[in-house]
Each structure stands twice: as structure tokens, then as C-alpha cells.
């Protein structure tokens, strides 16, 4: 398998794994992620259209060192999926998505057709998060949760792509699953308020890909992210699972 995401440090936390991950299933799957911290969809069609080789390449987690264009990324062999994102301080604002997602789908339909559209669901911030845009959210994590959620689902849909729903399994571990209660003492998803923990949230992040673009098992997945023990491993990896296939449906 090979994806290529347009993104920004939330597809990066989302890739980290992800190759590692897949490995440990017997998966080959490459993953390519074109990296500016917090570009917007408006950006990104602004860079494609000018064609400026301003993304940092990274290649199965790992930078490479090499910055690169989204037509030039787009030409670079073949693709299964292509991911697109909205940056998270814009998640939850609907008129931030268009005209520039329409514009970007367009453009990766045309370069790819072989290639299935989808729509990488990022997460609400931290309920004490300090990043500069949770005001606009009231400081209130569920009110952007459902704003993002709204936002991302109209976006699929005007565009006719799927989703990967890693925001809304970020949420569903916040709120139903024992130990992720943050404002009552429980593990944050969080490392800064906004990007994913390390290791947890990022690994919860690979299996919701897994699960969504290869119909993979999560709990089947044996890769051990470093500060991560068994225990907490299949606890996550069964979590997801559950919540992917029986409570998500």
C-alpha cells in the first residue's frame, strides 16, 4: 500500500507509526507526508497552484530532508489513498473548507485517478489546552469536537471521499474509556494540548488507519511503540477495535 497525505504536523502525528505498524501485519505500506506545520486547505491550494516546493518530505515517518511540491509529489508513482486535512485551528469552521478542498480533490483526482480521496479527521484540543484558536471554541473541547465533526462529514461528502475517524476515536477514548479521563486525573491523548501523545495517542492513530484504508485488525498489530508496554498495547489496540466495529458501526 502507498498513501500520500497533504498535510501538516497532525498528518504527522497520524504517519508516525503507521509504517511500523503495518510491517508488524505483513503489510507493505509507504507512507508519504507532505509537511507544513499548520497549513490550512487555503495554503495548500495556494501552493499547489504556484507549485512551490515548500513541503518538507517525509517518507514512512521519517524526514528525508528533501522539500517537494504537491504536483511533484502527485507525479511520483501511484498512490492507494491520498489523505486531505484541514489545519486543526480552522477544524471545526465549515466556510474555511471551500473553495479550497474542491480545488485540491480536483487536482489529486486528475494527477491520481487509481487513487481513493479521504478525508483524515483530526482531533479536538485538550480541555486545558493553551493553543491560540480554543477561544474560538469557547475553551470548550466538545463544542470544537462537534464543530469538527460537522465540518469534516459535510467536507467528505462534497467531495465524495471517505473519512478516517481518528478524531472521533480520540474523542470516544476521552469520554467512554476507563483511563482517558483527563479533567479526573486520567491519561491526556494530548503532549501539548493539541498534537497526540507519545506513544499512546499517535498509536491509537496508526490502528484507526489501519482499520479504516487496509480492513486490518487492529489487535492483530504486534509493532511496541518505545514508552509503551504489552499491557497498554492491547488495551489501546482492543479499544479502537471495539470502537471502530461494534460502537462506531
Not at 513541503?55 to 517537494?68: D, F, K, P, S, V
Request: charged content about 25%.
Amino acid at each position: 500500500m502507498r498513501t500520500l497525505s497533504i498535510g501538516n504536523s497532525f498528518s504527522e502525528d497520524a504517519c508516525a507509526y503507521l509504517h511500523a505498524a503495518a510491517a508488524s501485519l505483513g503489510i507493505e505500506w509507504e507512507t508519504v507526508n507532505l509537511y507544513i506545520g499548520g497549513c490550512s486547505l487555503e495554503y495548500h491550494a495556494e501552493n499547489l497552484r504556484e507549485k512551490r516546493e515548500n513541503y518538507a518530505l517525509e517518507l514512512n515517518g521519517q524526514y528525508t530532508g528533501r522539500q517537494i511540491s504537491i504536483p511533484d509529489a502527485l507525479a511520483d508513482g501511484e498512490y492507494d489513498f491520498i489523505t486531505l486535512q484541514q489545519a486543526s485551528h480552522f477544524s471545526g469552521k465549515r466556510e474555511t473548507y471551500y473553495p479550497f478542498l474542491g480545488e485540491l480533490a480536483e487536482a489529486c483526482r486528475k494527477a491520481q485517478p487509481g487513487a481513493k480521496l479521504m478525508i483524515h479527521e483530526t482531533w479536538a484540543y485538550e480541555t486545558d489546552s493553551t493553543h491560540g484558536a480554543f477561544p474560538d471554541y469557547g475553551r470548550d473541547q466538545r463544542r470544537m469536537y462537534d464543530l469538527l465533526k460537522a465540518a469534516y462529514t459535510e467536507a467528505s461528502e462534497s467531495i465524495g471521499a471517505g473519512i478516517i475517524p481518528v478524531g472521533d476515536t480520540v474523542q470516544y477514548f476521552r469520554e467512554h474509556v476507563d483511563g482517558f479521563n483527563y479533567p479526573e486525573g486520567g491519561e491526556s491523548l494530548c503532549r501539548d494540548g493539541f498534537h497526540l501523545s507519545i506513544p499512546t495517542g499517535r498509536f491509537l492513530a496508526s490502528l484507526v488507519w489501519l482499520e479504516t484504508l487496509a480492513g486490518a485488525d487492529a489487535r492483530a498489530v504486534t509493532f511496541l511503540p518505545e514508552g509503551m508496554d504489552e499491557e497498554k498495547r492491547a488495551f489501546t489496540a482492543q479499544q479502537v477495535h471495539r470502537y471502530l466495529n461494534e460502537v462506531r458501526g
